[in-house]
């Protein structure tokens, strides 16, 4: 390729290291890991189903398992992750039904009222059941 600088070291596109973190960033790796994490939730009510459907035994084996503390505290994750996909999903709606939010500013205390709604409603869901 003839008239290409090859002497200049810069990666041709932005690496992490170049970008100042902000909310949006992390809402959107949060986002991801909490889809995942969705995922996982949904293989332990299709467990939780077949123990119910398989008899009283492998119920209580179910049973025993999710009221383990390790139980509960997975449990208390997948409700935050639930409550986090859903914030998040309701602005994505908003951003593509009306299209607003997308400025910084808006976008980044978008990010945070969902990180505090998944806390709070968490908090509240928990401690109220």
Avoid at 61 to 74: E, H
Wanted: hydrophobic share 55%.
């Amino acid at each position: 390729m003839a008239g290409i600088d090859i002497t200049d070291k810069r990666p041709l596109s932005p690496h992490l290291q170049n970008w100042r973190w902000h909310a949006t960033m992390y809402g959107s790796i949060f986002h991801r890991v909490t889809g995942v994490g969705l995922y996982g939730g949904a293989l332990l009510i299709c467990a939780w189903l077949v123990a119910l459907s398989s008899g009283p035994e492998a119920y209580a084996i179910i049973d025993l398992i999710l009221a383990s503390p390790f139980g509960q505290l997975v449990m208390l994750l997948w409700l935050a992750a639930t409550l986090y996909h859903l914030a998040n999903g309701v602005r994505h709606l908003i951003w593509d039904g009306p299209g607003i939010g997308f400025d910084p500013r808006t976008a980044s205390l978008w990010s945070v009222c969902n990180f505090a709604f998944a806390v709070l409603g968490t908090a509240a869901i928990w401690f109220l059941s």
